[in-house]
């Protein structure tokens, strides 16, 4: 089948049989990434995830939303 990547839209075609094609069938809000977005995503996350910095931008965050 073909997917999308949600954020490039690039347009991939994978196994029809795979476990990503059933979880893209099955559910329809599952947003289908490109393994190169998949990739930075992870990376991004992992980044985050040490340094702390995604915590801190959430608490921004809600302070903006209080001025
Ligand atoms: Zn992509």
């Known amino acids: 089948m073909q997917v999308k990547c949600v954020i490039c839209d690039i347009v991939e075609n ?10 893209l069938r099955n559910k ?6 490109c393994q190169k977005c998949n990739e930075r995503i992870k990376e991004k996350t992992l980044d985050r995830l040490s340094t702390g910095k995604f915590r801190l ?5 809600k302070v903006d939303e209080l001025i």
């Open 14 to 23: 994978i196994e029809d049989n795979s476990p990503q094609a059933k979880k």
């Open 28 to 33: 329809k809000t599952y947003m289908y990434l």
């Open 57 to 61: 931008y959430k608490e921004k965050e």
